[in-house]
């Protein structure tokens, strides 16, 4: 009995592993990444706890290393600039829409248009960063360029002036993402049904209107698949930071990606860097909890 019923184990044995044989591959190394993510989440709630600096010290400071991140004006600071290059960084949106539009009602030559409007994507953000320092150098930028063309009074030294670094960093920001945009703004209006713009025409209604009252309301799950990702490249800015200005001038292009690996690595106080990650973690959930609610409550008006 035992013996006659082992063919048919096997054989069933056979067609699951068969049936399911992609998501078996997959497994491992799902496990392997959910470990890492996990465990250096964990791992740095954990130091945050601690008396860490250069190595870590598992002594148990309670929320000293928080109340010291509270009290640092470079963590404000950077907080301030995080909220002005998300806001600035909507600016690739608008641009990136504006320009899928112009290419929906033109379409001759909108393949190499595509192509031309998509090429800073391929360029990453450290190049994008070092063209965009040289272009603000007062000595070998646009500046010196515009002085030896007669206008000795010209000034467009952004990258040293404090109160106009952070948008520089924007500048360069929103021209490598535009193209990005552009092309989901792109797939959102191809995906609109022809029979609305029909519609439109019939009833003589502007072109202007039409996206107003009722295109734009049509892509507002594209709108906000691209803000949850503009968002995401705020909160992960730091190696255009870098290639720009280090962090200058005095600390004022500082944002939390920066500060945090700052304090990891240059200024050897680990648990504060925790602290600080940790702070972020929070402030990131709880917008993509707000973003989630937003979207539900936008799905369920619409069924």
Not at 231 to 246: F, H, L, P, R
Request: hydrophobic share 50%.
């Amino acid at each position: 009995m035992v013996r006659a019923n082992l063919p048919a184990q096997s054989t069933g044995q056979q067609s699951f592993v068969h049936k399911h044989a992609a998501t078996l591959a997959v497994v491992p190394v799902l496990l392997i990444a959910l470990f890492f993510y996990f465990g250096s989440t964990i791992w740095s709630v954990v130091m945050s706890f601690t008396a860490s600096k250069i190595f870590p010290d598992m002594t148990f400071v309670g929320l000293r290393q928080y109340a010291r991140l509270f009290n640092d004006n470079l963590w404000y600071m950077s907080l301030e600039n995080l909220a002005l290059f998300a806001l600035g960084s909507l600016g690739s949106l608008v641009l990136g829409f504006v320009l899928s539009v112009l290419l929906d009602n033109n379409s001759a030559g909108e393949g190499a248009f595509r192509t031309i409007y998509l090429y800073p994507m391929a360029v990453s953000l450290i190049i994008t960063g070092l063209v965009w320092q040289w272009l603000f150098n007062p000595s070998l930028g646009l500046q010196q360029f515009f002085r030896d063309l007669g206008f000795k009074d010209f000034v467009f030294n952004w990258v040293g002036d404090k109160n106009k670094v952070m948008y520089a960093i924007i500048l360069a920001s929103v021209w490598q993402s535009t193209g990005f945009y552009m092309v989901l703004c792109s797939a959102g209006l191809k995906g609109i049904d022809t029979e609305v713009w029909q519609a439109s025409r019939i009833d003589g209604i502007s072109k202007l209107r039409m996206y107003l009252e009722v295109i734009i309301p049509m892509m507002k799950f594209t709108f906000i698949t691209s803000f949850v990702l503009l968002s995401i490249g705020a909160v992960k800015a730091y190696d255009i930071i870098v290639a720009m200005t280090n962090g200058g001038p005095g600390g004022h292009s500082i944002m939390p990606s920066y500060y945090i690996v700052d304090m990891y690595t240059n200024r050897r106080f680990i648990a504060l860097g925790a602290a600080g990650s940790t702070v972020l973690l929070l402030i990131v959930a709880a917008f993509f909890v707000l973003i989630g609610v937003i979207n539900y409550a936008l799905r369920k008006r619409e069924s």
